[in-house]
């Protein structure tokens, strides 16, 4: 089976420009992950989506940052405009809530996003 | 970037030889706990979870260990790989029932062939 799929694999920007990550879960999952990845904060959550619903967006830093899920197999992660500040490794993750499942999460590759 | 990185504790080890892995989480009211893998350029991947009804859970390779009184976790690595080189993740969920996990800083393994 495809595990979750990430593009694009990485990104170089420049400051100002907008980005899109997308993210396709693992098929019959219903919560989808954010996370982003730097050296200096480690694995931070920025926002999760269960049943396309967001339910925590607390993650997310600011206004620039965006997300959707318009169906179950899709997600974007936008944002607009750009920072260097921004440049991390961005993860979607996904997992099946509900009675007799665990809590983990299937994590994708990565975008690793450079911001000039 | 980043002009300063943040350091992960480095557990250096032998090829051959078991390895210890330790985590302290902060929330008593933490009910699962998991142990992710993430190698070099890759996603984190799901390695072993435990509930905290138990206190040992085993797998291939792998033993979770869970200290409620004292909260702290550890995840033991038998006859150690190279491929075992990563940096490795303890992750709980604060709250019950709720989908999200609070993840750790990690530690970096580093197999010595």
């Known amino acids: 089976d495809a595990g979750v799929i990430q593009s694009p694999r990485h990104e170089v920007t420049e400051m100002g420009q907008e980005v899109t990550l997308r993210c396709k879960p693992i098929s019959g999952h219903n919560s989808l992950f954010w996370y982003r990845q730097t050296m200096m904060r480690g694995l931070e959550l920025l926002i999760y989506f269960n049943n396309n619903v967001p339910i925590d967006d607390s993650g997310m830093p600011e206004d620039r940052f965006s997300a959707k899920m318009p169906n179950a197999s899709f997600s974007t992660l936008k944002i607009q405009p750009s920072e260097p500040r921004d440049s991390a490794v961005y993860f979607c993750a996904s997992n099946r809530q509900g009675a007799g499942y665990g809590y983990e999460q299937y994590f994708g590759p990565g975008t690793r996003l450079t911001v000039t | 970037g980043e002009s300063v990185g943040l350091h992960l504790p480095t557990l250096s080890v032998q090829e051959g030889d078991n390895s210890i892995i330790n985590c302290a989480y902060s929330?008593?009211?933490?009910?699962?706990f998991i142990w992710y893998k993430q190698e070099s350029g890759k996603g984190p991947q799901f390695i072993i979870d435990i509930r905290s009804n138990m206190d040992k859970r085993q797998g291939q390779r792998v033993t979770v260990l869970l200290n409620k009184t004292v909260k702290h976790l550890s995840l033991q690595i038998a006859a150690t790989q190279p491929g075992d080189s990563a940096v490795y993740f303890c992750a709980e969920t604060p709250n019950y029932g709720n989908n999200r996990l609070a993840f750790g800083k990690g530690n970096q393994v580093v197999v010595i062939p």
């Open positions: 929330n008593s009211a933490s009910d699962y």
